[in-house]
């Protein structure tokens, strides 16, 4: 009886989708990806083709499916990177659209949100992406609310995380969302992974925000020497080379 158990435990285990594309950034799919793989989540990757994808650094990973054969998830996770072409591409687009509208959780990653936007799920709603991307994505989302101040933005089924690292919060908070808190907290010990889900750190609130440009200098390199500070106040140092 208790083998029977555990087997159906394991087939009624959530199914994760991760789109994948040329150019996609790897923390965006690889840190949601152990999340969700230590919390017994079924995992797999979607893209257009079989063909392996070039993703940034490097990193080439085949893709379990293709749009063609896909089967539903409850969870739809698209990361960032370079996401020109994925936005420019309708088949991934009009994959998107279809997919959201069976799954039961849709989370993007990073830039990942300008893909979700394309595909119009973001009408309407709020919405977060890396912090240097914010006024780009409210620019190309007119009917959305993008917000600076945090790490993810949940609306019920849409989820969109900041940049990067901020999706494997997303994903824990995810988990959280679906077998609890404790659940995601001991996931978070066993990854030796410090997740605080009353957090309220997000890159984008920084006060960094507020200095100058000092890439406008035209020719002038810099070498960091140190960069810290908090939401009210910040400090760096750097030493810049004459302009040619």
């Not at 690889?30 to 990757?45: Q, S």
């Not at 379990?64 to 370079?82: E, K, M, Q, R, W």
């Not at 907290?185 to 009353?198: K, S, T, V």
Request: hydrophobic share 40%; net charge negative.
């Amino acid at each position: 009886m208790a083998l029977i158990e555990k087997i159906d435990n394991k087939e009624q285990r959530p199914s994760v989708a991760i789109l994948l594309f040329d150019n996609a950034q790897v923390i965006d799919y690889a840190g949601p990806w152990e999340v969700f793989g230590e919390a017994g989540f079924k995992v797999f990757t979607v893209a257009e083709k079989r063909a392996p994808i070039n993703a940034v650094f490097g990193q080439k990973i085949v893709p379990d499916y293709t749009f063609a054969n896909s089967p539903t998830a409850d969870i739809l996770l698209v990361p960032g990177g370079g996401v020109r072409n994925a936005i420019g591409n309708p088949a991934l687009i009009k994959w998107i659209q279809t997919n959201a509208q069976k799954s039961k959780q849709v989370m993007s990653v990073c830039t990942g949100a300008f893909i979700l936007s394309k595909a119009g799920l973001l009408d309407g709603l709020s919405a977060t992406t890396i912090e240097h991307a914010v006024e780009d994505l409210q620019k190309v989302s007119p009917k959305t609310k993008v917000v600076h101040d945090q790490r993810y933005v949940d609306n019920g089924k849409i989820i969109t995380t900041a940049g990067l690292s901020s999706g494997i919060d997303g994903a824990f908070h995810l988990v959280a969302k679906m077998n609890g808190e404790g659940e995601a907290q001991a996931i978070a010990l066993g990854m030796e992974y410090q997740w605080d889900p009353h957090s309220k750190y997000a890159r984008g609130a920084l006060a960094d925000r507020y200095l100058p440009d000092f890439s406008d200098v035209k020719g002038a390199k810099a070498k960091m020497i140190s960069t810290e500070g908090d939401l009210d106040h910040w400090e760096m140092k750097a030493l810049f080379s004459e302009p040619n």
